[in-house]
């Protein structure tokens, strides 16, 4: 398995693909791209088990190792994702120190944490190589908890203070919507939120993350002090690619 904490909490520019289409197919074409990570969304995403599983397969042949976006705060989808052998784990609506404290947990192995431990599972090599494993896992495995909400704003600093937290990762349109100003990405008090999250993973040595809508926020972000950032998905690609050959076709109709 590859890791991406240590670069991550580097601070490293890490550019990610979001994978929501289900397909091991794309999840490879991320990987033979180039990017520095896939980011499989298993909770807005189209993709079942069966589904995940082959994703995390294909992803971990590649150097875009796999983060999951599980659908909520929940130890048993921690353990089911793990065991598969995804990379990281992402984690939506935290709004609290507390809730990023269940989600550092639900990460780790006890005497850190609560995540059952088993032989058999993928990630340890169907015990083959758990004894590396369990020794590692703790910590390599990156911990992304998403800041949608005013209320995780405000509790950004407590929440980068979690040990065990890695990455405060912004999911720009539901931080919007819940702020009552849906996409105004350069609202000045947006934007004003977007750089308390940033300071606060300054302060606590953490990586900011967001999901860039378009790429002019990119450079404007970088220099704000994000870091991680998921720069585009497979579905947008399909879905925008075939509107645009639509377009481009008209003119012979």
């Avoid at 995540?115 to 090599?125: E, F, I, K, T």
């Avoid at 896992?137 to 704003?153: G, P, S």
């Avoid at 994000?226 to 645009?244: E, I, K, P, Q, R």
Wanted: glycine fraction near 10%.
């Amino acid at each position: 398995m590859k890791f991406i904490r240590e670069r991550v909490l580097n601070r490293e520019i890490m550019l990610g693909i979001g994978a929501n289409l289900g397909s091991s197919i794309t999840v490879e074409m991320v990987g033979a791209a180039g990017f520095d990570w896939t980011w499989i969304d298993y909770e807005h995403g189209a993709g079942n088990d069966s589904q995940l599983l082959t994703q995390i397969q294909v992803a971990s042949l590649g150097d875009a190792p796999p983060v999951v976006r599980i659908a909520w705060n929940e130890a048993p989808r921690f353990k089911r994702v793990l065991d598969l052998g995804a990379s990281g784990i992402m984690v939506p609506y935290v709004n609290t120190g507390e809730e990023a404290v269940l989600a550092a947990e639900s990460m780790r192995y006890p005497p850190e944490g609560i995540r059952g431990v088993a032989m058999s599972p993928r990630a340890c090599g169907y015990g083959r190589n758990f004894d590396d494993y369990y020794a590692s896992a703790n910590n390599n495995l990156l911990t992304v908890v998403q800041i949608e909400t005013a209320e995780a704003v405000r509790n950004a600093d407590e929440i980068a203070s979690v040990a065990g937290v890695d990455v405060l990762f912004v999911g720009p349109l539901d931080l919007s919507v819940n702020m009552g100003m849906v996409r105004q990405f350069d609202n000045p008090t947006y934007v004003e939120a977007l750089k308390k999250v940033a300071r606060a993973c300054e302060r606590h040595k953490k990586a900011a993350g967001i999901l860039v809508p378009k790429q002019d926020f990119l450079p404007k972000w970088i220099e704000m002090g994000y870091t991680f950032f998921v720069v585009g998905s497979d579905g947008g690609f399909v879905a925008n690619g075939l509107a645009n050959l639509k377009s481009s076709c008209e003119t012979f109709k």
